[in-house]
C-alpha cells in the first residue's frame, strides 16, 4: 500500500547505505567502475511453505557441497 515514491525513496537510502558500508562486490574486467551493489529487493518476498521447503533441501545440498570442496582443496 505504499506510494510508487516511496518505495524508490527507500530504495534509494538503501543504496547510499549499502555504498557507505560497503555491501558491494567488484567486477573485473569492465570499465565503467568495478564495485557494485549487492543485489537485493526492498519489498520482502513472500515465499508459501512446500516452496521454501524445496529450496531449503537445494541450499542445504549446495552449502554441503561447497563444504566438501573446499576441504578436498584445504
Known amino acids: 500500500t505504499q ?6 525513496q527507500r530504495r534509494a537510502e ?7 558500508v560497503g555491501i558491494t562486490f567488484a567486477v573485473y574486467g569492465e570499465d565503467a ?11 520482502p518476498r513472500i515465499i508459501a511453505a512446500p516452496e521454501w521447503a524445496r529450496l ?17 582443496v584445504y
Open 3 to 8: 506510494p510508487a515514491a516511496r518505495i524508490r
Open 14 to 20: 538503501a543504496d547510499a547505505l549499502f555504498h557507505r
Open 33 to 43: 567502475g568495478t564495485e557494485r551493489l549487492i543485489p537485493f529487493d526492498v519489498v
Open 56 to 72: 531449503e533441501a537445494g541450499l542445504k545440498q549446495r552449502v554441503r557441497a561447497l563444504n566438501a570442496f573446499i576441504g578436498d
